[in-house]
């Protein structure tokens, strides 16, 4: 079986570590496939749903079906024209990937989701909002990938228009999220942390059910715990 990346060269995708530029020269891409390998592996004979934010050619799209033969593909993208990427196994919705009713519009094509890539606005702002809302709906185990990081980054992309819409970076957010994970639940529960219960509601299920944070260069890929896993761990003391 081919691997990630050697589909992802196939189709032409940027999350691979080159690809063919419409004037047909091979340009740098971003080289993410060989991480996500690494996770996502795990699930290529499930059964389940995969989500993309962002669109572009379709090429990932294209790429995620085949690597996964039997997942259910969920593209979402503004561009209305992309809704011709629609095949077998290919969804497409077209929709803000903020809006408060996507999350509707996605179990609309598959409630089993193990896998939500933000490769969306690259915002912070949008990052954010979309991850707060998006992230509860992963299936036990599943993974939430949000790439391109640092397009916001002040001098990153001199040319890309930075959409800023908070003001703290999304990288220090990430880790605040992932704070949770830093000191043993067992040793140190909630009620003897000051700062958590000041958090919101929705905050504090988020960062009791993140399993593990990753960063990779320009993307960070959190995992959902399994409550099965979990189980298991308290069961070995």
Not at 42 to 61: D, I, P, Q
Not at 76 to 93: G, H, M, N, P
Not at 198 to 213: F, R, V
Request: aromatic residues 12%; glycine residues 6%.
């Amino acid at each position: 079986m081919e691997s990630l990346h050697e589909i992802g060269i196939k189709y032409n995708t940027d999350k691979a570590w080159s690809r063919i530029n419409k004037k047909g020269v091979k340009v740098y891409g971003h080289n993410y496939l060989k991480y996500y390998e690494l996770f996502l592996q795990s699930l290529r004979e499930h059964k389940f749903t995969l989500v993309e934010l962002g669109c572009y050619t379709g090429a990932s799209l294209k790429m995620w079906k085949e690597y996964f033969p039997h997942a259910n593909i969920v593209g979402v993208d503004l561009d209305e024209s992309l809704k011709k990427l629609e095949e077998d196994r290919i969804s497409f919705i077209c929709c803000d990937a903020t809006s408060s009713d996507l999350p509707e519009k996605i179990v609309h094509y598959g409630q089993h989701i193990e896998c939500i890539i933000d490769d969306c606005s690259h915002a912070w702002g949008d990052q954010r909002r979309t991850f707060e809302m998006l992230f509860p709906m992963l299936a036990d185990g599943g993974y939430y990938i949000i790439e391109d990081l640092e397009c916001g980054s002040m001098g990153a992309y001199p040319d890309y228009p930075p959409k800023v819409l908070d003001a703290q970076p999304f990288w220090d957010y990430a880790i605040d999220r992932a704070r949770y994970l830093r000191v043993s639940r067992r040793r140190h529960p909630e009620e003897k942390r000051p700062y958590f219960d000041q958090l919101p509601p929705h905050i504090q299920e988020i960062e009791k059910s993140i399993d593990m944070a990753v960063i990779v260069p320009g993307a960070i890929i959190f995992r959902k715990e399994s409550q099965e896993r979990a189980k298991q761990e308290c069961q070995i003391i």
